[in-house]
């Protein structure tokens, strides 16, 4: 057996890949499964974005690209995101990735290390604990509690935060609880970072997709921008229904930059070219499709947080943003991972436990309702059935 590093250990993984795994295991075998499990848009790419990339293509966009993204899409980026974070962006300060999980986890490895601390929140996206650990340093997770909306407590975080701080990770809007942070929340962390020069890794992956309220970015306030303390992650694959392209892009101070650039050229060389120029398309072209897909998620919202408050056991908070909803399900009885465990089995629902996103998501459940309103209240229903079977 081949002996591997020690670091291997420490690696976690994205837990809705392994459960779509095993419903699909359980169609092969004839089973009905009602997928609310993985975290993509069922919308099709835009047909303008498609037919940018094929264009793309029949003009010869085969070939390596600069690593830090070709120049034409790191200026469409800054003139697009500078006037909404109200600053100035260079496209030096743009790096474009296969996906936007890349600059998480090239922003981690470049700061994170033995000795130093990460503030990331919990419930959260796993990586996030998963890179923290990976590179040795300790992950102090932040709790989002279901009573502030799935928000943190500013108290608690100024508590948490120690001069081993390295580097504070917020998202909002949130997976896997939809939440989203307020201003409030976000001057307080941009003031205690500012203070002590903490600089904050911003994924705003869901920007777009916010049903109340305005969204606000850490980048905006005194001391943040993008050329101070703030990375912003982004990318196209939730806004634009491009998961499969594989494109995100980082924006950060020029320094950092360079040295996110290096970690591309040591692991992708450089991002798909063909897909850079399907990206310009989407920031440039008609946004027709990105409000029509975040109207019905907004529907989809509605029948899913309803359905759910009516099941026995479970309570479910209105979600702010992404597409998902976290419920409680502590009154059922069962833990998360017995849950998921449930509904797949005796419902044919595949849902996400919510310790899988942490520690502190234990007694919850991640669905995704990017899925139609016809299989959502079918879930519902079938849910409803398995659990009056108890």
Not at 190 to 216: K, M, N, Q, T
Not at 282 to 308: C, H, T, W, Y
Not at 318 to 331: E, H, L
Request: glycine fraction near 8%; charge should be negative.
């Amino acid at each position: 057996m081949i002996k591997l590093a020690e670091r291997m250990g420490r690696l976690g993984t994205e837990s809705a890949f392994e459960v779509l795994a095993k419903a699909k295991a359980l169609e092969a075998q004839g089973r009905e499964i009602i997928h609310l499990e993985i975290g993509e848009p069922d919308f099709d790419t835009p047909q303008n974005i498609i037919d940018a990339a094929c264009k793309a293509l029949n003009s010869g966009a085969t070939h390596y690209t600069n690593a830090q993204g070709i120049p034409e899409l790191r200026e469409v980026i800054a003139e697009h995101l500078g006037p909404v974070r109200n600053q100035t962006i260079d496209p030096a300060q743009v790096v474009v990735t296969p996906g936007a999980k890349p600059i998480m986890f090239y922003i981690i490895m470049a700061l994170a290390e033995p000795g130093t601390e990460v503030l990331y929140p919990n419930p959260g996206f796993p990586i996030y604990e998963s890179m923290i650990n990976f590179m040795g340093a300790k992950a102090v997770p932040i709790p989002l509690l279901e009573e502030k909306g799935f928000r943190f407590d500013i108290d608690e975080f100024r508590e948490l935060v120690t001069d081993r701080t390295r580097l504070v990770i917020l998202n909002s809007p949130q997976n896997p609880t939809g939440g989203a942070l307020e201003l409030s929340d976000l001057q307080a962390v941009a003031e205690i970072c500012a203070e002590r020069d903490i600089p904050v890794l911003s994924d705003e992956v869901y920007e777009h997709i916010l049903y109340d309220g305005e969204f606000h970015s850490i980048a905006t306030l005194p001391g943040m921008s993008t050329s101070e303390r703030t990375i912003i992650l982004h990318g196209f694959s939730k806004t634009y229904a491009m998961t499969g392209w594989r494109l995100g892009y980082g924006v950060m101070p020029k320094d950092l930059a360079q040295h996110i650039t290096r970690l591309m050229v040591n692991s992708n060389s450089c991002t798909n070219a063909a897909t850079q120029y399907a990206g310009i398309e989407a920031l440039q072209g008609p946004q027709d499709s990105v409000k029509e897909m975040v109207q019905a998620f907004s529907e989809r919202r509605e029948v899913i947080v309803n359905g759910l408050n009516e099941l026995p056991g479970v309570s479910c908070v209105m979600p702010g943003g992404a597409f998902y909803v976290f419920p409680n399900i502590k009154g059922t009885g069962m833990t998360s991972a017995e849950a998921e465990a449930f509904f797949m089995d005796r419902a044919g629902v595949a849902c996400l436990s919510g310790a899988a996103f942490g520690k502190y998501g234990e007694g919850y459940l991640r669905l995704s309702y990017a899925n139609s309103i016809e299989n959502i209240e079918k879930a519902l229903a079938s849910m409803g059935a398995a659990l009056a079977d108890l």
